[in-house]
């Protein structure tokens, strides 16, 4: 086992156990959280020495570096491959084909060509609707920072839950980076309200899944009811380059 993958499985496996103690925490079983190991920008190596170090679940933020990855580990079984961050329309059909899950649906448009195609791949994509909880312009989402206008969304919602190819099972946020990962609870708090607002609205939906918490505020994001947490940099470390469509 090389040195690279002996570090990340003793980040991974501390921050597994981090998550743990969160849950018991707040009386949840630790089982009830996924965690994502983000391998955006990290090179292929970097995404094969994580999976050798037991991770199960990659997340990437581009949806041509994910497939590259993907395709270039797709000898790795027991693997998924969840798209974590926005989509361009015309990059649609790669999501649709190669990833397990999506975490950033955040339009109409993108969710109608999300099931086109995946209706001609005869799938059906598991997907969370993003929502912007902090108000921030610079965020992908549909804007949720005003519960004034929480009633305003259903419309949209309930057109999303109505197409046959897409099956939606709960929520996403990024909320604003805070010094202090504490200052990242209203946030978290306010996703939850927004995902019972939601469930009680629309009954016969899934509504299970809360995408929340980074590097930075994992542990806040489980005492608050994530169960997906999306940690890169302190499991993998930073970035290793840059890509060219990232700035797209």
Wanted: hydrophobic letters at 40%; proline letters at 4%; glycine letters at 6%.
């Amino acid at each position: 086992m090389s040195d690279l993958v002996i570090a990340i499985r003793e980040k991974y496996q501390f921050t597994l156990d981090q998550i743990a103690t969160s849950a018991r925490k707040a009386g949840r079983a630790p089982e009830d959280i996924r965690l994502v190991v983000v391998t955006k920008s990290q090179p292929v190596e970097i995404a094969q020495a994580a999976i050798e170090a037991g991770v199960r679940i990659l997340g990437e933020n581009y949806p041509e570096e994910g497939v590259t990855k993907i395709q270039s580990l797709s000898n790795q079984s027991g693997v998924e491959w969840h798209m974590i961050g926005h989509v361009q329309s015309r990059k649609a059909r790669l999501v649709a084909q190669y990833f397990e899950l999506l975490h950033s649906l955040d339009s109409l448009k993108l969710a109608q060509r999300l099931d086109r195609f995946s209706a001609e791949l005869g799938k059906v994509l598991p997907v969370l609707l993003e929502f912007n909880v902090g108000g921030e312009e610079s965020k992908s989402g549909w804007d949720a920072s005003n519960r004034s206008n929480w009633d305003a969304i259903l419309p949209t919602v309930q057109s999303i839950l109505d197409l046959p190819n897409l099956r939606v099972h709960g929520l996403m946020t990024m909320p604003p980076l805070e010094t202090d990962p504490d200052d990242a609870r209203r946030f978290f708090q306010s996703l939850r309200l927004l995902r019972d607002h939601l469930a009680s609205a629309f009954p016969q939906a899934d509504w299970r899944e809360l995408s929340m918490g980074t590097s930075a505020d994992y542990t806040v994001a489980v005492e608050e009811g994530a169960t997906l947490v999306r940690v890169g940099t302190a499991i993998v470390g930073a970035r290793r380059y840059k890509l060219e469509n990232e700035a797209l």
